[in-house]
C-alpha cells in the first residue's frame, strides 16, 4: 500500500518546552490508525502540526505523494485531510445542516475546481445527517443536540469535506459504551469507503478493536509503532501507562 | 427573494422615501433624514465586519473620515462631481481596510478592537498635519446654493446619501444569503473550526474590511459639502465610531435588517433630540438605550421579534435556520 500521510522527523516547541521531537511515522492508504498516549503527550500537538493548525519547527508532512509544508490549515482540508476536535466545535449559529453546508462549500467544491450546485449541497447534507443519524434534527442548532449528538456532528462536518485522510481526536471521550460502539461504526464505515483513519483514543478497548496499528507517544516522542496487540506488551509502554 | 427584486423593492422604498421628503416641503427635513441614512450606510458597513465576522471595530470614524478627505484632497486638486467623490472615497478607505485587515487580522477580540482604535489615532494625526487638505485648520468647502433638477443642494446630497444607503443594504444582503457570508460565519463561531472546513479565513476576513471600509469611506465623502467646513474633530467625531457599533448592536447583528432598524430608530431619535434639546445629548442618549437593550434584548429588536415569532430561548434568536431542501431560504 502507498503511503497516504508521511511524517518525517517532526519536531515543535513551545518555548522552552519541547512537545514533538523526531517524530516520524508513515500511513498507508485506507489503514485505520491508533494513536494513543498519556495527557500532554503531544498526540493533539501532532495532529495540529499535520492539519496546519500549528507550524512545526522541524521535518515535513507529506500528503498523497505532495508536501504541506507552508500550506495553511484550509488548504489541507482542501487537499483532502479533515480533522475532529477533541472537544467539539459546532458552529453555533448555524443549523447542522449549515454546518454540513460549510466544508461542502469551501473544502469539496474548492477541490473539485467547479462550485456544486445547492441542490447537489442539499442532497450531501441529507445523505450526511442521514449516516450519522440526525437528519430529523437537520434544522436545529448545534446547542440542542446531546453530547454523543455533538461528537457525530463533528464527524459527519468532517466526512462533508469528503477526506481521504481522516484524524478523530478522542472522538469518544465522555461517552458511554454504546455511543462509543455508534462511533467506532460510523469510522468502521467510513474506513470502509476507502477513507484512512488516524483514531486517537485514550478507551482501550475501542482502540483495540479498530487499529489495525499502534502508534505511541510520551513525552513528545514515538517510543512504540505496530502491531497493537505487541505494542501493549511493549515494557516500555506499560512503564508510560501503569509507571514503574 | 431574488436579489433583482430585492434591489427593486429597496429602490421603490427609496423613491417613497425621497418623494416623502419633498413633499413635506422643508429643507430640515432633508438635513436630519441626510444624518439618518449616513448612519444606515455606517451602521450597515461595520456590521459586515463586526456582526457577520465578529470582529469589532473602534475605527470606523477613521474610514468614514478618509472618505470624507480624500474628497476634499480631490476637490482641491480638481473638483468633480459628488458620485466620483463617493467613488474615490470608497476606494481609499477600502484599500486601507485592507491594509488595515492584513496587519491586525491575525489578532481577535479586545486586541483587533484596540489596533482599529490606533489606526483612528494615527490617521487622525496624518489628517492635522496634513496642509493640503486643510490640516488641524480645516478645510472650507463652498458649495452651490441650488442644483438642477432638485433645487437646493441638500436635496441632491440626500438623494445620494440614499442611493448609498440603498446600496450598502443590497451589498449587506446579498453578503448574507452567499457563500461568503456562511463563511464569514463560520469565523465569528470559530476560525479553527472554520479553517479545518476549508474555509480561508483570512482572505475572507480581508474581503470583509475591504467591504466595510470602502462603505464607510463613501458614506463620508459627501460630508464636506453638506457641513460646509470639515475639520479633524468633526471628520473623526467619537459620534461616528460609537453609533457604527451602537445602531446594529441595538437592531441585531446577524442580518441586514438590523442596523437598518437601529440606524433608522437611533439616528431619528438623535435628530429629535439635537432640535428639542441639544445635540449634546446625543451620545447620552446612546448609552441609555445600549444599557437598556443589553439588558432587554441582547440580541437586538430582530432578536426581539424572532424570539417573540418562534418562543425560543433568547440566546437562539437572530440566528440563521436554513432548511436543507432550499439552502437558500431563510426562515
Known sequence: MSAMLHVDGLGKRFGGFVALEGISLSVAAGERLGLIGPNGSGKSTLVNCICGTLRNEAGTVRFDGEPLDGDTAHERTRRGLARTFQLPRPFVSLSLADNLRIPLMYAVAARGGAHLSTSEIAERCVHLLREVGLERKAKRLPRELTQVEMRKLELARAMAAAPKLLIADESMAGLTHSEVEEILTLLNRLNEQGVTVILIEHIMRAVMSFSQRLVVLVSGRKIADGDPKEVMRDPEVERAYLGQ | ?331
Request: net charge positive; glycine share 12%.
Open chain 2, 1 to 331: 427573494m431574488r436579489a433583482g427584486l430585492f434591489l427593486i423593492i429597496c429602490l421603490l422604498v427609496a423613491a417613497v422615501v425621497f418623494a416623502a421628503a419633498f413633499a413635506l416641503g422643508n429643507d430640515y427635513y432633508f438635513f436630519a433624514g441626510y444624518v439618518v441614512l449616513q448612519y444606515v450606510v455606517l451602521a450597515t458597513a461595520w456590521n459586515i465586519l463586526g456582526g457577520y465576522c465578529g470582529y469589532v471595530n473602534f475605527g470606523s470614524a477613521a474610514f468614514f473620515a478618509l472618505g470624507a478627505y480624500s474628497a476634499v484632497a480631490v476637490h482641491r486638486f480638481h473638483p468633480l462631481p459628488i458620485p466620483l467623490l463617493v467613488l474615490v472615497g470608497g476606494v481609499v478607505s477600502g484599500l486601507v481596510g485592507f491594509g488595515m485587515g492584513y496587519l491586525t487580522l491575525r489578532l481577535r477580540g479586545a486586541f483587533f478592537a484596540i489596533a482599529t482604535l490606533a489606526l483612528a489615532v494615527v490617521l487622525q494625526t496624518l489628517v492635522v498635519n496634513w496642509g493640503y487638505v486643510g490640516g488641524s485648520r480645516g478645510a472650507y468647502i463652498i458649495r452651490p446654493e441650488a442644483i438642477a433638477p432638485f433645487g437646493s443642494y441638500i436635496r441632491y446630497l440626500f438623494l445620494i446619501m440614499l442611493l448609498l444607503a440603498v446600496g450598502a443594504i443590497f451589498v449587506a444582503r446579498m453578503i448574507e444569503r452567499s457563500r461568503l457570508g456562511y463563511g464569514f460565519a463560520t469565523i465569528r463561531d470559530d476560525e479553527l473550526a472554520a479553517e479545518a472546513c476549508g474555509v480561508p479565513t483570512l482572505k475572507l476576513k480581508l474581503i470583509a474590511t475591504t467591504i466595510s471600509g470602502g462603505l464607510m469611506g463613501m458614506a463620508g465623502a459627501p460630508l464636506p459639502y453638506y457641513i460646509g467646513f470639515l475639520q479633524p474633530s468633526s471628520a473623526f467625531g467619537l459620534d461616528y465610531a460609537v453609533n457604527s457599533i451602537a445602531m446594529p448592536l441595538i437592531g441585531g447583528t446577524t442580518s441586514w435588517v438590523g442596523p437598518l432598524i437601529g440606524a433608522v430608530l437611533l439616528g431619528s431619535l438623535q435628530q429629535i433630540a439635537t432640535v428639542t434639546i441639544s445635540s449634546a445629548v446625543n451620545l447620552l442618549i446612546v448609552g441609555f438605550v445600549l444599557v437598556g437593550f443589553v439588558i432587554v434584548a441582547p440580541n437586538g429588536i430582530i432578536g426581539l421579534v424572532h424570539k417573540y415569532l418562534q418562543h425560543q430561548p433568547d440566546d437562539l434568536v437572530g440566528r440563521r435556520h436554513v432548511s436543507v431542501d432550499s439552502p437558500g431560504s431563510t426562515t
